[in-house]
């Protein structure tokens, strides 16, 4: 059973496992002191090994020599593996086959043995309770089990004596683990603070439990926060999120990008979409903390690089820090001057220039000129296309 006293025993049981996160102010959002609990430079990237490293800690002798099974999205991986290795108990963990590379390698390098499971995170979870029974393995979940969330509860600890005059505290939910824990611990030692949720609107799956008041489970779920595309939440998160979770909200993948762009500019720090929702939900006013002291929990910090450049590349796009922009002119000498003097008086910058001949056009004589510029905001965007049109050149779209 959950209680402070067994948080409190993580906290302690953890010290030579994890290390005290800084929490770090930021800017994210002008209209409330924002801070943000920097778990994604936790050892192993996650806070995940804090869940993983309390629960194994507690196993008993036979259980150790025996073993510890996994499944999980990569980070959870990474937490088992590392907390095993530490006590010298062999960990097999199983990962869908999607999961990225880098989470791959990372559970490797800390001596698990690692089975790749076709589908997403449940999938993993059926194959790993097939060969926890095969094989006597001690099945570690992930989230819905009272040691793990009490690992993940030190957070909450850390961030009530890090800050004084807590106001909100923002989590992001997978299956619900580090909510659990975190809500758990502010509302029995800081009743007042709000403890908010957030989720991805591609795996939206506590979101749409706790609207329904009963446990939904996904048919999909389809996004970049690979970290917390869970299909179904926990017996117990579901009832720890309705009983100290105040509300939970929903960010898209632009939303998503666009944190996790705001982290690598503002603060040289990375963040994988899961650790990043948190973030986006203040940076986009999901939930109503102006002029308050919010704290986001950045849960996650392993992002797979192939995956960063795009989100990066999505991210400038949904800040307006790029454009993509088609016009239409007359095929005559001159026209590209004119419209490269237009840009540069705003000071963009053009990085692409396409230029076709097209019958689609209105004039037979007209042609098309796609730009892909740098730009400082969307207010520039519609400056320079204003500028654009004032001097009769036709904008035929702008992304």
């Known amino acids: 059973m959950l209680t402070l006293d067994k ?42 090994v804090r869940g993983a490293g309390y629960m194994i800690s507690q196993l008993t002798e036979e259980e150790k020599a025996k073993g510890v099974i996994a499944c999980s999205a990569g980070n959870h991986a990474q937490g088992v593996a590392l907390a095993a290795s530490k006590y010298g108990i062999k960990a097999t963990i199983c990962l869908p086959d999607g999961a990225p590379i880098s989470k791959v390698e990372a559970t490797k390098s800390h001596g698990a043995e690692v089975v790749m499971v076709k589908g997403v995170y449940d999938d993993a979870y059926k194959r790993a309770l097939e060969l926890r029974d095969e094989m006597g393995y001690t099945f570690v979940h992930p989230f819905d089990d009272d040691n793990v969330i009490a690992g993940q509860g030190t957070i909450g600890l850390e961030i009530l004596n890090e800050l004084d005059g807590v106001d909100a505290v923002v989590v992001p939910i997978g299956g619900g683990g580090l909510i659990s824990g975190i809500a758990y611990v502010v509302k029995h030692l800081a009743p007042h603070v709000k403890v908010y949720g957030v989720q991805s609107a591609g795996a939206p799956s506590m979101y749409n439990s706790i609207k329904d008041g009963k446990i939904e489970r996904l048919k999909s779920v389809s996004t970049i926060a690979d970290g917390i595309a869970v299909k179904e939440p926990g017996a117990n998160t579901f009832e720890l999120c309705s009983k100290y979770v105040d509300d939970i909200v929903t960010v898209n993948e632009d939303e998503i990008s666009s944190a996790i762009l705001a982290l690598i500019e503002q603060h040289k720090m990375i963040a994988e979409g899961a650790g ?70 705003l000071g963009a910058n053009v990085i ?48």
Not at 9 to 28: C, F, G, Q
């Open 276 to 345: 990043a929702v948190s973030v986006a939900a203040v940076m986009h006013n999901k939930i109503p903390v102006q002029g308050q002291n919010v704290v986001c929990v950045v849960s996650g910090g392993n992002i797979d690089v192939t995956i960063l450049s795009r989100v990066i590349e999505r991210g400038l796009l949904t800040s307006g820090r790029t454009c993509n922009l088609c016009i239409e002119l007359m095929d005559k000498p001159g026209q590209l001057m004119d419209v490269s003097r237009i840009i540069a008086s």
């Open 7 to 48: 948080v409190y025993h993580a906290a302690y049981v953890l010290k030579d496992v994890i290390r005290e996160t800084a929490l770090i102010k930021s800017n994210i959002n002008p209209d409330c002191r924002t801070y943000l609990k920097t778990e994604n430079l936790q050892v192993t990237g996650s806070f995940k």
């Open 352 to 399: 692409s220039v396409h230029h076709e001949r097209a019958s689609e056009t209105k004039d037979i004589n007209g042609c098309y000129l796609r730009l892909v510029l740098e730009t400082k905001n969307y207010e520039h965007i519609e400056m320079i296309t204003k500028a654009l049109a004032d001097e009769g050149f036709g904008i035929v779209s702008v992304q």
